[in-house]
């Protein structure tokens, strides 16, 4: 069994005093749509929100998602940093609303990609034809909101061209993906088409390990850790707010709070 979303603590109204330049300093960038309430605090640790020491790291790690990645999400036409390969972390840090011990693993033969929506060739993917599209490799900075960070190098086909090559419409609203551990999430258009925005298939050039993502996972250099669903099993083209798991739970959908 996976493990149940933590119940919240009662949050300590003092604690957004006690990291004020952090809270402003994250506002200021545009980071928080409406302000950081305590309630998107609370929710943004997901942990006991009377931990001083967590709240800051989690602030922190917001803060740390740097002038480079904001000027990439505010402009399509900039780029959030790469970095050397000889900073990528291996294996990579693994993360979800559940232990790792309770990943299911996929069998990639009987795997499909299911199309929906505002696409115009729906027909389903498999692993094999996905290989044959172009492919780019983004070795970029995963910032997750509980306050910890590594450098991933990531491989596949850039989401623009598999939408161009499916025929999305590329002027509806959002991208939405539905995953084989029931974890919902979608992005804005301009995210989908940024060139940094990749559908994964492989980490350090080897296929995707089971913890993170096998087959076919997102990964974006300008959006926070749990914008980027793993195991993806549907994408979808819409103008229907789609929201998604931790947006469900009072996250912010754009960036990420
Ligand atoms: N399908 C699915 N995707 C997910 C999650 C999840 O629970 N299920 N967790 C998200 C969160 S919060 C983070 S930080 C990243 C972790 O990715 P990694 O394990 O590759 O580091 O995956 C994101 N994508
Ligand atoms: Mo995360």
Known sequence: MRSPFRPLKVPDPGILDDHRALV??????????????LGALTMLTGCDVTDTS???????????FNDGVQAALFDPRKLA?????SQVLKPPRF??????EDVKPIDGDAWRLELAGLISDK???TRRRIAELPEREIIIRHVCVEG????????????????????ADLTAKYVAFKTADDYPSSIDMA????????????????????????????????????????WITVIEVTNTYP???????GFGWFAGL
């Open 95 to 100: 993360n979800a609303y559940y232990d790792v």
């Open 54 to 64: 967590a709240v800051g790291r989690a602030l922190r790690a917001m803060s740390d």
């Open 148 to 167: 910890w960070d590594y450098i991933g190098q990531w491989s596949g086909v850039p989401l623009r061209a598999f939408l161009e090559r499916v025929g």
């Open 81 to 85: 940093p790469e970095y050397p390969g």
């Open 123 to 125: 027909r389903p993917w």
């Open 191 to 230: 995210t989908a088409l940024h060139p940094q925005t990749l559908l994964a298939t492989r980490y350090a050039r080897e296929e995707l390990p089971d913890p993170y993502g096998y087959p076919l996972r997102l990964r974006m250099a300008v959006k926070l850790g749990y914008k980027n669903p793993k």
């Open 24 to 37: 402003r300093r994250i506002e200021r960038r545009g980071l928080l749509r409406g302000g950081l309430s």
């Open 243 to 249: 929201g998604g798991y931790w947006e469900s739970r």
